[in-house]
């Protein structure tokens, strides 16, 4: 859910700075999504989550703030261009967004520099040799393909669509890529608590996959409604696995979701 919220407003603060739909806010997305997913990666091989001095709810505030001084300022303030000694100029709304996916791609470096770390600290204390080190720590580092993965074939599709997709389908596409990325968080975080596996290879990964060879050969299927599949496909996928976890726990806890038993009442006593 957190994850949502921030998706929401990172697009709502893109919006009202001037820079929804072009390709500098969709790498300041993509650099959400990598934030989120090597967060919840350092948690599954560490045991411990490092979100820095900015976390989600700090970066939730700054939007906030965003908001609030758009509210006096108007939308027209973040366009203004500002010279820097006359060596180059940027507008205030990059520096937003600079300012927003700077703090997320620390945080990314950090998460993965602290799992190397960590494992090798643990394999140092076993007394295990360097090969076997480096071994164990390249395992872990190839947790991160599925996250290279899909950003790989997500940049595939955007560059080679005959449509302009940032710009004329952004919503249907992001709707989708975020529920993508929420699958394998979600995964992720279930592989932690129950101990269980993570896999490298997931089944919604197909639409993706088909949606970027669709645009990158020109397929049969138009890019409009392969964007629309592609949506509607990982909303449902995604529904799906939420559901199915929700049946597991209440399987396992015998109890019904959504809904309170009625308390038994305790046996009167009678002296």
Known sequence: MRF????????ECSSIVGVGGSYYWWLAQSILFTGFYTAQWEEFHTGVMELGVVGVTEAQLFYCLIHLFTCFSGTGFWLYEVNVFGLFSFQLNKLVL????????????SNVMNVVHHERQIRKEKGANDADREKR???YLLTLFPLIFVSTLSQIWLIYSPYNIIAEYPHIFLLGQTFMYSS???????ARVSHGRFDLWYYFYFPLVYG???A???GPIPNVLMILIFAISNIGLYLHFSLGIIHAFCTYLNIKCLTIPPQTPAPSTTS
């Open 4 to 11: 949502h919220c921030t998706w929401v407003d990172k697009f």
């Open 98 to 109: 600079t300012a927003s996916g700077g703090t997320t791609l620390y945080l990314v470096i």
């Open 137 to 139: 720590v390249f395992s």
């Open 184 to 190: 394998l968080v979600g995964r992720l975080i279930v």
């Open 212 to 214: 970027a060879l669709n």
């Open 216 to 218: 990158l050969a020109d």
